[in-house]
Structure formats: C-alpha cells, structure tokens
T-cell receptor, first 113, second 109 residues
Framework: DGGITQSPKYLFRKEGQNVTLSCEQN?????MYWYRQDPGQGLRLIYY???????QKGDIAEGYSVSREKKESFPLTVTSAQKNPTAFYLC????????????FGQGTRLTVV | GQSLEQPSEVTAVEGAIVQINCTYQ??????LSWYQQHDGGAPTFLSY????GLEETGRFSSFLSRSDSYGYLLLQELQMKDSASYFC??????????FGPGTRLSVLP
C-alpha cells in the first residue's frame, strides 16, 4: 500500500536535546512538507521541499532543520533552539509543489520534559 | 500575508445538514481545499474548489465564491463518524496552501 509513514508515533525528550522525526513516502511524490499543530489550532508550515536536494523555510522554521537526500525521505530535526517544541508534528507529500491535495502521515507527538 | 477564519465549533444531530464556513484574505488566489481530521489522526483531503461554484462528492459538497473571498463545506445526512475537525486551506500567491484554524464538529445522537 502506498502512503506516508511517520515514526515514532510518540516521542519524549529532555529539554536541550535535539531530536529527529522520521518521514518516509512511497507515493513517488516530488513535494514534501512538515507542519506543526498545537492543541485546538490549525497546521503551520515548518519546511517544505519541492524536489530532492532542495528545501525551503516555511512560516515557523526557527529552531528546526531538515534534509532531503532521497525522494522518499524528509526527516525533521527539532533542535534545542526551538523554544517550545512540544507539539504534534505532521509530514505530508503531494505530486508537485502547491498541489491542492496533500497526503498526510499519522503524525508524531513530541513531548519535551 | 494570508489569513483565514472559520467558526471554532459547530454542533448538529445525526441525519442533519451542517455548513462550515471559511473566509479568507490572500494576495492572489489559486484555490481552496478542505480536510477532515479525527482526534490524534492524519488530516485527509475532502474537496477542492479552484473556480466559483459547487463541487459535490457524495455526502460532502464544497462551495466557493472568489468575489466574496468565501467558501463553505456542506455535510449532509450527518453520521456520528463525521465528528472531527475540518480545515479549509487556501493558496494565494505563495507556493503553498495555508490552513485555517479549524472547526470542531460534534454530531449528537
């Protein structure tokens, strides 16, 4: 089955530690995205990638980093510079950049203690 | 920049019809999408409007009026499983869709 896989589903980290969230897709999509969702709120774009070896900052990129070395993979690192990292993180992909239909993974809930 | 407004909560009973509105302010306009998200789950795509008018997909329909910067999602024959959050997302001159704050729909028996 084609889809997007995020792992782990739940992640706990101590304050000050970097943590990497995994996102893999087998839909052969060029574009991939990372969103942050806080309780009762909408999705805010962190980073996006139009194609392999290219990525751009979204609206709230500070304290985050990404890489896109393979078409299938778009990992997100939450660094210690992110002031409030506890949130629900969603990865998505679409055939091309700006496609009206995006496909989402099941999300990773990160809790920093 | 872009801004979107949706009602925060809507409540309806099983079998009823409910309308969830979305108003937006953007520089340019390239389309409006709707997504459903159950608690703790992944958003799933429901519908897209690129031009004015109504798009129908089963029990769900979506409407767009570009002159009014307004759209809505219409859910008919409501079922308990429709209890979820619904997000509109708009693409303006930027390369990506921007999501609204979401509307939490509660369907009562």
């Amino acid at each position: 089955d084609g889809g997007i896989t995020q792992s782990p589903k739940y992640l706990f980290r101590k304050e000050g530690q970097n943590v990497t969230l995994s996102c893999e897709q087998n839909l052969n999509h060029d574009a991939m995205y990372w969103y942050r969702q806080d309780p009762g709120q909408g999705l805010r774009l962190i980073y996006y990638s139009q194609i392999v070896n290219d990525f751009q900052k979204g609206d709230i990129a500070e304290g985050y980093s990404v890489s896109r070395e393979k078409k299938e993979s778009f990992p997100l690192t939450v660094t210690s510079a992110q002031k409030n990292p506890t949130a629900f993180y969603l990865c998505a992909s679409s055939p091309i950049q700006g496609d009206p239909e995006a496909f989402f993974g099941q999300g990773t809930r990160l809790t920093v203690v | 920049g872009q801004s979107l407004e949706q009602p925060s909560e809507v409540t309806a009973v099983e079998g009823a019809i409910v309308q969830i509105n979305c108003t937006y302010q953007t520089s340019g306009f390239y389309g409006l999408s709707w997504y459903q998200q159950h608690d703790g789950g992944a958003p799933t795509f429901l519908s897209y409007n690129g031009l004015d008018g109504l798009e129908e997909t089963g029990r769900f329909s979506s409407f767009l009026s570009r002159s009014d910067s307004y759209g809505y999602l219409l859910l008919q024959e409501l079922q308990m499983k429709d209890s979820a959050s619904y997000f509109c997302a708009v693409r303006g001159d930027g390369q990506n869709f921007v999501f609204g704050p979401g509307t939490r729909l509660s369907v009562l028996p």
